[in-house]
């Protein structure tokens, strides 16, 4: 019976995803959405590859350092164009990988806390189908490895409140920390990491504070 019970599970992981990738990969066809701040995006990071810096050259000629963007999603980029790779189709498998993998995580992750395969289908499956992550993974933009990152981080953050584990605190820091260098807006999953720890930890205040505390000092450092 858990033999079959696990089969089932693991059936309703990879089927959320194998309908996210599906559905993701025909938005993609003719390959990843470029324009706007994606332009910017692989061309900051084909400058760095140049040997240029991590910016774009001025219509005036003059080199500019990364203008209003953070940095982290263009050298993500530019990592990959080191290896050989082309940034601007390699942004797209990077997209469909990423978006795989969230839908993955957040899959177990609603099976570990509600015990029932359904939900964590169903879960899976809502992320899969969204109208608003569909279209924001179909670009080379920096969302797809945001959302990756913060809900890595807070599902690590889980995990640390529940096992009092200090690798946990520490991975989900790491994580929140370079979601916000890779988007700004990511702050919110500090923040809400933050809050958590002072709420939902086990501990007299003194100790809630102090693990807070912790968990922004490591989330800066990236």
Known sequence: MQMVER???KFAVITAAAVGIYLLAVSMRLGPGVGGDAVIYI??????????????????????????????????LAFFGLLGFPIAKTAGILNIILFALT???????????????????????LLACSPI????????????????LG??????????????????????????????????SAAAYIAMA???????????LKKRICGAFQFGLISVFP
Not at 47 to 74: I, Q
Not at 174 to 181: A, D, N, P, R
């Open 43 to 76: 061309t900051s990071a084909k400058n760095l590859l140049a040997g240029n810096g991590l910016g774009l050259v001025n219509p005036a000629g003059d080199f500019r350092l990364l203008p209003y963007f953070p940095p982290f999603y263009p050298l993500f």
């Open 133 to 148: 992550l569909i279209p924001a993974y179909s670009w080379t933009m920096s969302e797809p490895l945001c959302i990756f």
């Open 194 to 204: 933050g809050i958590f720890l002072l709420c939902f930890q086990k501990q007299e």
């Open 7 to 9: 089969i089932l599970e």
């Open 103 to 125: 839908i993955v995580s957040v899959s177990i992750w609603i099976k570990k806390r509600t015990k029932n395969t359904a939900a964590s289908f169903l879960g899976g499956l």
């Open 151 to 184: 809900v890595a981080g807070l599902i690590m953050l889980d995990l640390h409140l529940e096992n009092h584990t200090p690798r946990y605190l520490f991975v989900s820091a790491i994580c929140c920390g370079l979601s916000f260098l890779t988007r700004y």
